[in-house]
């Protein structure tokens, strides 16, 4: 994969350069009454900053461009960057950034002709620069969060200028890819989460390489259902009691919570075993299994970590995510969180300080660890332009 030094060599160095750096600033937002939304989470904007300044302390002019949300290809003022724009503007005065690609219907329908647009430099600055119509010397990646998608801007300059990976792409590339070929042993995965139908390809993925799959969150009740346990009211996707029932009965090693905290009909809050009665519903893994899944990461010496145990956004239900927290804080193994959720907690619980990885990428680390690859890896690999 193409690196930012190969791009400097490639154009007789960055002096001057013009170059586009795609980065994921697809951050969380938190509405204020009356007010611009503010940014929740900052994560992505600080782990782009390596890249922007390697290029701008060579001279480079750069120009970053993002997606926020979905709109639906026309310009929406509730997606605006404006937010990301102001605190780039703090963290690096100097980065020009274009308004929300997905502004244009050609990002997500992959249209050559705004790609085309995009590298002329025809898609307006909306930022911190001055509204140009110059093409760019360059391109760069480093939106790894995005990089599952094969959307114009991640995978269409690179067909058409020299391009390189940036920093955050390439060490995400090389921690999350890592997971399937170098991890070392025990090699433990905590999945969590809503459903087990988002997750399943990983599941299987997962199943292949590690040593022990722990198994929390929402998606634990169709594997307890899997086992004969009532479930109560809490989730379950019946379609897939029998994959899960597959995956268990597939000699691998899958560790389920032995007990249960949960709210009764009566909204009462209850510790239960592993099965709840009907108008119960687990909303967090119990005490129990959060000692016992801390007994598996103690022993590891990889943790792959995504998504919560519980819906940990209610303080009556925190204690299971912020327990394998602590879990994946204390041990001696080398340990990636993935993205989302999971990222949002370890923020949150403060001991962010001692994860040796934290994903800026959901769905793109889960797609990486499913296939070992994305498009906006190969499309790098396979620039013509090197
Ligand atoms: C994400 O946050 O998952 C990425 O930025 C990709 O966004 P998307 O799921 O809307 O494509
Ligand atoms: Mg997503």
Redesign the pocket.
Known sequence: MPLLEDLEQRLGGLDGRRILVRC?F?VPLRDVPDGQPEIADDL?IRAALPTLNWLTERGAAVTAC?????PSGTPEERYSLAPVAERLGKAAPDIALVENL?FHAGE?ANDPAFVDALLAGEVVVRFGGAATSMPFDGYVND?F??S??S?ASIVGPPQRLPSAAGRLLHREAEVLGGLRTDAKRPFVAVLGGAKVSDKLGVVEALLAVVDTLVIGGGMCFTFLAALGHSIGDSLCEPDFIETCTRLLGSGANIVLPADITALDAGGTVRQMGRSLPDGCCGLDIGPGSAAEFDDVIAGARTVFWNGPMGMFEDERFAAGTRAVAQSLADCRAFTVVG??DSAAAVAQFGIAPYMDHIST????GLELIEHGDLPGLAALRDSPHQ
């Open positions: 994921d697809n992505r993002s997606h926020l949300g979905r997905r997500t939106a969060g995005a599952h998608r959307h993205g989302g990428g959901g769905g793109a």
